[in-house]
Antibody, heavy 121, light 112 residues
Framework: QVQLQESGPGLVKPSQTLSLTCSVS??????????WSWIRQPAGKGLEWIGR???????NYNPSLKSRVTISVDTSRNQFSLRLSSVTAADTAVYYC?????????????WGQGTTVTVSS | QSALTQPASVSGSPGQSITISCTGT?????????VSWYQQHPGQAPKLMIY???NRPSGVSNRFSGSKSGNTASLTISGLQAEDECDYYC????????????FGTGTKVTVL
């Protein structure tokens, strides 16, 4: 079955850009009518939706992050990516990638294990 | 954007049933049947338990059920088991100038 794996730097300096990649294995990122999402969770806190992308390239972003977020997809590498610019300590969190589309338009049933990103100088 | 409101904690004894509420507004829970529920054990990724208010993904126990009334959605866990002790999050589509997905504040379930 499809599995997701996040990767990227675990430490990012304030004001820099956070870049993460989610690699898809066990299936093609281009198959089906799926969307691919990023979600984050600060330590001890709740989940926050960052945004999602369809294979067509269509994206939806959380309005509170929209000016700083870019989600893109690379079908040749079977992966999608997150870029978050001008980071601050408030962006320190576990970042998850997830897939949706098999269970309604808003149920995400496949998740990566998460990767911890710390923003600090 | 403001999160959906859940109780911080809910507890019950093994075998009992518990219900977790998720309160939103007419811009999300109230007007759209796009409520999902996720289970999250410590150190693990969330797991989809309910989608579109009351539907269970394949493989999810029928001890978990969802419903909605007005602006409040609910997750009921029947026959409570020790393994059910963890955090639960609701989520919903929210109408906005752009499509938006919002999570609840989270509920810690304790099995007494």
């Amino acid at each position: 079955q499809v599995q997701l794996q996040e990767s990227g730097p675990g430490l990012v300096k304030p004001s820099q850009t956070l870049s993460l990649t989610c690699s898809v294995s066990g299936g093609s990122i281009s198959s089906g009518s799926y969307y691919w999402s990023w979600i984050r969770q600060p330590a001890g806190k709740g989940l926050e939706w960052i945004g999602r992308i369809y294979i067509s390239g269509s994206t939806n972003y959380n309005p509170s992050l929209k000016s700083r977020v870019t989600i893109s997809v690379d079908t040749s590498r079977n992966q999608f990516s997150l870029r978050l610019s001008s980071v601050t300590a408030a962006d320190t969190a576990v970042y998850y990638c997830a897939r949706g589309g098999d269970y309604g338009d808003y149920g995400m049933d496949v998740w990566g294990q998460g990767t911890t990103v710390t923003v600090s100088s | 954007q403001s999160a959906l409101t859940q109780p911080a904690s809910v507890s019950g004894s093994p075998g009992q049933s518990i219900t977790i509420s998720c309160t939103g507004t007419s811009s999300d829970v109230g007007d759209y049947n796009y409520v999902s529920w996720y289970q999250q054990h410590p150190g693990q990724a969330p797991k989809l338990m309910i989608y579109d208010v009351s539907n269970r993904p394949s493989g999810v126990s029928n001890r978990f059920s969802g419903s909605k009334s007005g602006n409040t959605a609910s997750l009921t866990i029947s026959g409570l088991q020790a393994e059910d002790e963890c955090d639960y999050y609701c989520s919903s589509y929210r109408i906005s100038s752009i499509p938006l997905y919002v999570f609840g504040t989270g509920t810690k379930v304790t099995v007494l």
